[in-house]
């Protein structure tokens, strides 16, 4: 394996993905037998770990909660991903990524550590209507039910959205700021809120619920909340 103790090996070819990744999404196309992947940290009290794909090491620093690696094009077919705790080679969990070409995938660890798992999330990015913002929700809060995503007094997005699930791609206007908050679909239970948040015309944007649902921590930042996050 890569050594895991040396990041700045990698970095150069990553920000070339990125930067290579902006081009094929504007002209809507990709390198032929690539893919683009994303990894995303939402497993409240996983420790800290390094992401790596057919035992080479893809990232510079480590996934802490709520932390994302951008899009970066891999190679085709069935990929080996793991995640391994910081800069050792002790394994956290394996799987498997069946990467098909010019698909955009995001990989989520998700679910309370050391039960965590892998949720990949086959991704459709494509621009939005002129003057508008493309949201999406995923409910990834630990233990929680079916929840809505509220963008306003009463003003509903998307509802039922079940744990380790997401809604489809939905419009709203975007140069301006948005009061977020989630909720079980009656309105009971815990709440979850983002307040004065600017969505961007053109942009496209997960917002994703994160922490545990059930507040049995006491500390803040793992309690039910939302991730607001740029695809």
């Known amino acids: ?13 990553i920000l070339l993905a990125v930067f290579s990744l902006t081009s094929c999404l504007k002209d809507n196309n990709t390198a032929p037998n690539s893919a683009w992947l994303s990894v995303i940290n939402a497993s409240p009290n996983l420790e800290n770990f390094d992401f790596v794909i057919d035992n080479r090491l893809v990232n510079n620093d480590s996934f802490s909660f709520t932390e994302r690696l951008p899009y970066f094009d891999i190679y085709t077919g069935s990929r080996r991903i793991g995640i391994y705790k910081d800069e050792t080679t002790d394994t956290l969990r394996t799987g498997t990524l069946l990467a098909k ?81 989630v909720t079980t679909q009656t309105g009971s239970g815990n709440t979850g809120a983002e307040n004065g948040v600017m969505i961007e015309s053109g942009k496209i944007y997960t917002i994703w619920a994160k922490g545990f649902y059930n507040n049995a921590t006491t500390v803040d930042s793992l309690k039910l909340g939302l991730k607001i996050q740029r695809n």
Do not use: C
Not at 1 to 13: D, E, P, Q, T, Y
Not at 135 to 144: Q, T
Not at 165 to 179: A, L, T
């Open 101 to 181: 070409p010019g698909e955009i995938y995001s990989v989520y660890v998700v679910g309370e550590a050391p039960s965590h798992e892998f949720l990949t999330i086959t991704d459709s990015l494509t621009n939005p209507t002129t003057g508008k913002a493309q949201i999406r929700f995923l409910n990834l809060s630990v233990g929680a039910p079916a929840l809505k995503l509220n963008y306003g007094v009463d003003s509903t997005l998307v509802s039922d959205v079940a744990y380790k699930k997401h809604s489809k791609f939905v419009e709203i206007p975007g140069g301006k700021k948005y009061n977020f908050s």
């Open 1 to 13: 394996m890569k050594s895991l103790r040396n990041r700045k090996i990698g970095v150069l070819a």
